[in-house]
T-cell receptor, first 116, second 112 residues
Framework: DTEVTQTPKHLVMGMTNKKSLKCEQH?????MYWYKQKAKKPPELMFV???????INESVPSRFSPECPNSSLLNLHLHALQPEDSALYLC???????????????FGSGTQLSVL | GESVGLHLPTLSVQEGDNSIINCAYS??????FIWYKQESGKGPQFIID?????DKRQGQRVTVLLNKTVKHLSLQIAATQPGDSAVYFC???????????FGTGTRLKVLA
């Protein structure tokens, strides 16, 4: 199984809503990532978890709150988002561990988020 | 040919021709590089990778070239097929970190 599964595929939410994006992998990977991708732009790194601990936060606004409940799951909790937060949110995983890193990232298909 | 501007750079090639997609990376501390293919509505898909101790790596129909002196990466696709139409991104990994930074991307259009 080389799949990263993201749910939901599409999400429409109002600026006062609270919602969560979910990501799951069963490859035994210990590093998991959230990326944000606007149309016709490259993916931008948001967060990285390594062994269920937050390793990188790229100065993401607090209205985005990541959570890694176990080694297979990654969530992104959304609250009080703005219309400019509308984008494709991608989850990825990699092997994790090792000094050099140098690991392939495996991506899910993403959640297309629209904030009204 | 290639067109650049406000939109995603686009490379148009005839089916059966070879394609060359270029990428300039930004950080001298990067020691690992990956090419990804992204089709509409999908996440990026791994194509080929290369470590900084190499300057060329070949896969099936694809070759990646790395020039560390000018911080340049290229992806060569042989005998381009309609199924190769997609957006291609290079990504650089900052040494010793989980930070993977993506380049701006190139849209490849294969003309029948």
């Amino acid at each position: 199984d080389t799949e990263v599964t993201q749910t939901p595929k599409h999400l429409v939410m109002g600026m006062t809503n609270k919602k969560s994006l979910k990501c799951e992998q069963h490859m035994g990977h210990r590093a998991m990532y959230w990326y944000k991708q606007k149309a016709k732009k490259p993916p931008e790194l948001m967060f990285v978890y390594s062994y269920e601990k937050l390793s990188i936060n790229e100065s993401v606004p607090s209205r985005f709150s990541p959570e890694c409940p176990n080694s297979s799951l990654l969530n992104l909790h959304l609250h009080a988002l703005q219309p400019e937060d509308s984008a494709l949110y991608l989850c990825a995983s990699s092997q994790g561990g090792g000094v050099s890193r140098n690991e392939k990232l495996f991506f899910g298909s993403g959640t297309q988020l629209s904030v009204l | 040919g290639e067109s650049v501007g406000l939109h995603l750079p686009t490379l148009s090639v005839q089916e059966g021709d070879n394609s060359i997609i270029n990428c300039a990376y930004s950080n001298s501390a990067s020691d690992y590089f990956i090419w990804y293919k992204q089709e509409s509505g999908k996440g990026p898909q791994f194509i080929i990778d290369i470590r900084s101790n190499m300057d060329k790596r070949q896969g099936q129909r694809v070759t990646v070239l790395l020039n560390k002196t000018v911080k340049h990466l290229s992806l060569q696709i042989a005998a381009t097929q309609p199924g190769d139409s997609a957006v291609y991104f290079c990504a650089e990994n900052l040494s010793g970190t989980y930070k993977y930074i993506f380049g701006t991307g190139t849209r490849l259009k294969v003309l029948a």
